[in-house]
């Protein structure tokens, strides 16, 4: 056992961590989240501050605009002084510069994927290939009426590594989910040197 | 520096605490924050958000649920924390990028919570 809860059990021992859900518009985060989350989801409205525009220009504008990004999350309370947070990530590509901020610290990533809608994934992939240390795997959202491919199909056309895990899953379902966060966390375990 | 001058000036609102130097755990979205001892006698001294914010953490949570419960920018809670932690009033709990976490011990018990609950 790599901890004790401290002696007068006032919790100063307590950590936290995170895994993060991406994926596209629909494709079953906030299901995902709220299907294993012992809260129901929350959704914390991020004020954040639009970046998009050039910078000279916001040198030139009174006043930056923010816009408010909607990020859900849900909890896990793992043992008495652990607790685990996962979190959607907005699906809006113009919110992407928050993504940082978002994963920075996350033990894994999730990304969903709907077959019907491959692509919708590709700039989360890339995302997480390219832009950050986030060992990652990628969960298929069986959705009812969606064809169903064999796993080694769907690595072929998103073109993800042979190391990269892929599995199956329904997002309604608590034990599927867990089962999805269980892969994402022993596949960083195994690239962990 | 004219540049970062001006640039600074405009969202002081959320930089009240100016730049003291401190060396301190990071506030991640996840990151715990409870309350030392609770003093109610503070509800008089700190600002209206700091105090909503002190109250809320004599229940343990994460940087996010207070953005969430209190309505507050998480850039907001960020700093207010920040100030609270400096004070002593709060604690800063550990995550996965805390120095003394060894990451894999911490993937292990993860895992093991995950496999036990069900
Ligand atoms: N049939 C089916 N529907 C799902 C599944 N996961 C999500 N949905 C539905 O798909 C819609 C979009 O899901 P949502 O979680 O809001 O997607 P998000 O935009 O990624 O957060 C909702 O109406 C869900 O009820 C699934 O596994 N199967
Ligand atoms: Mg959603």
């Known amino acids: 056992m790599g901890y004790r809860p401290s002696p007068e059990g006032d919790g100063a021992s307590a950590i936290s961590a995170k895994i993060v859900i991406a994926g596209g518009f629909g494709v079953g985060k906030t299901t995902f989240v709220g299907s294993v989350s012992e809260v129901p989801t929350l959704s914390t409205e991020a004020l954040m501050t639009e970046v998009s525009a050039p910078v000279d220009d916001l040198e030139e504008t009174p006043d930056k605009t923010t816009t408010t990004v909607a990020m859900d999350f849900g909890r896990i309370t793992l043992d008495s002084e652990l607790v685990l947070y996962l979190f959607g990530t907005p699906g809006q590509p113009r919110f992407w510069f928050m993504w940082d901020d978002l994963v920075r610290g996350a033990l894994g990533a999730v990304i969903l994927v709907d077959t019907r809608r491959l692509s919708d994934c590709f700039p989360a992939v890339n995302y997480f290939e390219n832009d950050c240390d986030v060992p990652f795997i990628i969960a298929v959202n069986q959705f009812d009426d969606a064809p169903v491919y064999p796993l080694e199909e769907v690595r072929e056309a998103l073109a993800v590594g042979p190391n990269v895990p892929i599995v199956n899953c329904d997002a309604r379902e608590g034990v599927d989910a867990r089962g999805v966060l269980t892969e994402a966390i022993k596949h960083a375990l195994a690239v962990t040197g | ?118």
């Not at chain 2, 930089?15 to 715990?32: A, D, I």
Request: net charge positive; proline share 4%.
């Open chain 2, 1 to 118: 520096m004219t540049n970062n001058s001006r640039k600074s000036a405009r969202v002081r609102p959320y930089l009240v605490t100016g730049g003291r130097t401190r060396s301190r755990r990071p506030l991640l979205l996840e990151t715990l924050i409870s309350v030392v001892e609770f003093d109610p006698a503070l509800e008089k001294t700190l600002i209206p958000e700091s105090w909503r914010i002190y109250e809320l953490c004599r229940s343990r949570q994460s940087v996010a649920e207070i953005s969430t419960r209190l309505k507050l920018p998480l850039g907001v809670v960020r700093v207010l924390v920040c100030d609270l932690s400096d004070q002593g009033r709060v604690r800063v709990h550990a995550t996965s990028i805390d120095s003394e976490q060894d990451q894999r011990d911490l993937l292990e018990r993860v895992l093991r919570g995950l496999q036990t609950i069900s």
